[in-house]
Structure formats: structure tokens, C-alpha cells
T-cell receptor, first 110, second 114 residues
Framework: KQEVTQIPAALSVPEGENLVLNCSFTDSAIYNLQWFRQDPGKGLTSLLLIQSSQREQTSGRLNASLDKSSGRSTLYIAASQPGDSATYLCAVTGNTPLVFGKGTRLSVIA | EPEVTQTPSHQVTQMGQEVILRCVPISNHLYFYWYRQILGQKVEFLVSFYNNEISEKSEIFDDQFSVERPDGSNFTLKIRSTKLEDSAMYFC????????????FGSGTQLSVL
């Protein structure tokens, strides 16, 4: 059964800092991996999707990498801003629908 | 940008009552999903729907739950007799021509069962 773990559970950084969020999954037979952003009491916004054949994807200040063989992904956020404060969720899909991690709650302090 | 819309945003109901949560997926999408998130816990898969039938469901999706696409635009989740433990945020999602490809999520319905 696929399990997704995200470390750290919470992170607080000063504005302008570069940061890395980590995601690991137990079954490497995935089709793709998605990173989502969730604001309190709100829905899920897809940030990046990495296909299993890809190593990374970039969107603006966000860069996500995937190492399928080791079951790991990282989300790199450059020059963090207070508006980046949210919970970031990692999710993988393979033979099963999306399986989510519990998320990393990020606070960027001005 | 097209988006998935869900109504209502909040629903309060008494235990044992039936509730229907509504979703309008993105118009050219073919796969539809319901997920839920109990406060403080992970987002969990409930059910996927394609070609007017359930394609996959989780252990959570028991006989109390049903889904329907009553017309060309709406996708509904019905809970027949709500329990306290059904209190959660329910998310609808859709994807285009391939199952489990990039999912687009709605903003959710917060269901509170009293």
C-alpha cells in the first residue's frame, strides 16, 4: 500500500530565504507526482506535476525534483515571500488514485 | 482559467440526515473524483467516476455513499444517513482524458454533522 510522508511537518522561515520541502513515498511504481498548495479552509491548488519519466519541473520560483528509484521528491522555493505561507501537499498516483502526504505547513515571516 | 466549482461551501446537518454535495467539473474533463479531508488528517480518496459509472472506490466509500452525474455538467456525492465521523471537507476533482493525470480540485464543501 502506497504511503507518502512529508518532512518537516511545519517550517518557519524569514522572508527571502530559499527553502526545501521533502516528500517520500514507499512504492516507486508511480505514474506521476504532484505538489499542491492548500490555504487554510480552502481547496487544493496544483503547483507542479512531474511525470514518472521526468526528473524535475519548474514554475516561477518553484522547482520540484523527482527521484523515483529512491522514492523521493523535493520542492524548492526560491526567495520566499509571506504570500507563500500555506500548507504544501505532495501526492503520488500509480495503480491507485492520488495518495497524499500530510503536508508541510510553511510560514514565511516578513 | 477553467475551474471546478462546488456548492455549498458549508453544510451543517443533523446526524442521520441525507446530504447531497454538488460539483461542476471542468467542462471537457472525463474523469471525476471525490476526496475528503478530516480536520488535521490527510486528504483521502473516496471514489472515481468515468463514463457514467464508478471506476474505483476506497474502503471509506460504503453503502451510505453514492455518486451521480444527473446531467451533462453536475457531479454529486450523496451521503444517505450522516454520522458524526462524516464531518470533513469534501473535495471534488476532475481530470481530462486520462485517469489520474493532473487533477484540478474544487474549493471544497465543509460538512459538519451535529
Amino acid at each position: 500500500k502506497q504511503e507518502v510522508t512529508q518532512i518537516p511537518a511545519a517550517l518557519s522561515v524569514p522572508e527571502g530565504e530559499n527553502l526545501v520541502l521533502n516528500c517520500s513515498f514507499t512504492d516507486s511504481a508511480i505514474y506521476n507526482l504532484q505538489w499542491f498548495r492548500q490555504d487554510p479552509g480552502k481547496g487544493l491548488t496544483s503547483l507542479l506535476l512531474i511525470q514518472s519519466s521526468q526528473r524535475e519541473q519548474t514554475s516561477g520560483r518553484l522547482n520540484a525534483s523527482l527521484d523515483k528509484s529512491s522514492g523521493r521528491s523535493t520542492l524548492y522555493i526560491a526567495a520566499s515571500q509571506p504570500g507563500d505561507s500555506a500548507t504544501y501537499l505532495c501526492a503520488v498516483t500509480g495503480n491507485t488514485p492520488l495518495v497524499f502526504g500530510k503536508g508541510t505547513r510553511l510560514s514565511v515571516i516578513a | 482559467e477553467p475551474e471546478v466549482t462546488q456548492t455549498p461551501s458549508h453544510q451543517v446537518t443533523q446526524m442521520g440526515q441525507e446530504v447531497i454535495l454538488r460539483c461542476v467539473p471542468i467542462s471537457n474533463h472525463l474523469y471525476f473524483y471525490w476526496y475528503r479531508q478530516i480536520l488535521g488528517q490527510k486528504v483521502e480518496f473516496l471514489v472515481s467516476f468515468y463514463n457514467n459509472e464508478i471506476s474505483e472506490k476506497s474502503e471509506i466509500f460504503d453503502d451510505q455513499f453514492s455518486v451521480e452525474r444527473p446531467d451533462g455538467s453536475n457531479f454529486t456525492l450523496k451521503i444517505r444517513s450522516t454520522k458524526l465521523e462524516d464531518s470533513a471537507m469534501y473535495f471534488c476533482a476532475s481530470s481530462d482524458y486520462r485517469a489520474n493525470e493532473k487533477l484540478f480540485f474544487g474549493s471544497g464543501t465543509q460538512l459538519s454533522v451535529l
